[in-house]
């Protein structure tokens, strides 16, 4: 399967304006002025819409670009020499993926769309002398936000490698909804784009498991799931898992989420 990146320098990509992007107030441009902001989009390409599975760019893809998520969800996954894929973490809008490449010249995983999603592409070298030259602000900002998300990852990474797995489930939900929150979007009712078998790789558990442990939540009274629609009901309950205990209680039935989403 072709990456975007290739498919991309074949048909190009449309133009389209940053005034009226939905992500444009948690994006990099958000707090520039009118002559950073212009200057800063000027080296900024907004690419097709990516269709679900479709890959962004492949693992060993040479490094030229930084993507700016608009909307949609990815994830990224490290493959093997055996070609097993193990899934690294979940991308939503406004996150910045790429980061990987800057210091190999090379993506070290590889990124795949989970729906129908949209990035913006900045060439890193044309940004890196744009900004080292007129506006060094700009660039310092790009490696805050990526030294933030790198810490975020290695965080999460070390603290699920300490929990059991019903730990590992509610934390994952929790940061999803952390996440949300972040963007401005619901805390409490989210979709998640993602399969069952790609949120069981990312933590480590047997797809089965994370299964059981989804309807032992929704018992317990502390989520509602419907397909990819997660309603979380009861956030202290799901602190109180992560910090060691269960809940261990029947409660009535809440209204069920529909399919939609």
């Keep these: 399967m072709e990456s975007a990146t290739a498919v991309a320098k074949l048909n190009g990509a449309k133009q389209i304006t940053c005034n009226y992007c939905l992500a444009r107030k948690s994006c990099l441009i958000s707090t520039l002025n009118t002559n950073e902001n212009s200057e800063l989009s000027s080296l900024i ?63 070290t995983c590889e990124v795949e769309a989970l729906e129908t999603s949209s990035v913006c592409s900045l060439d890193f070298d044309c940004f890196k002398d744009s900004s080292l030259k007129t506006n060094q602000k700009v660039y310092n900002r790009l490696l805050c936000a990526v030294s933030c998300m790198m810490f975020r990852e290695s965080h999460l990474m070390m603290v699920l490698g300490k929990m059991k797995a019903e730990q590992r489930l509610a934390h994952f939900l929790l940061d999803i909804s952390q996440r949300m929150h972040d963007r401005g979007e619901s805390a409490h009712e989210f979709r998640l784009s993602m399969a069952r078998y790609d949120i069981a790789n990312y933590l480590g558990l047997a797809v089965e498991t994370v299964s059981r442990l989804f309807k032992r939540l929704e018992e317990q009274g502390l989520i509602v799931a419907n397909r990819h629609r997660v309603r979380l009901m009861d956030m202290d309950g799901l602190h109180y898992v992560i910090a060691g205990g269960y809940l261990d209680r029947r409660v009535e039935k809440p209204l069920p989420l529909t399919a939609a989403g």
């Design 45 to 107: 390409n907004h690419e097709k819409p990516m269709m679900k599975g479709q890959r962004l760019f492949l693992q060993g893809d040479n490094f030229q670009s930084l993507y700016l998520i608009r909307s949609g969800c990815f994830k990224s996954c490290i493959v093997d020499e055996s070609g097993e894929r193990q899934v690294t973490g979940f991308h939503f809008s406004t996150d910045i993926l790429g980061i990987d490449g800057i210091d190999s010249r090379k993506y």
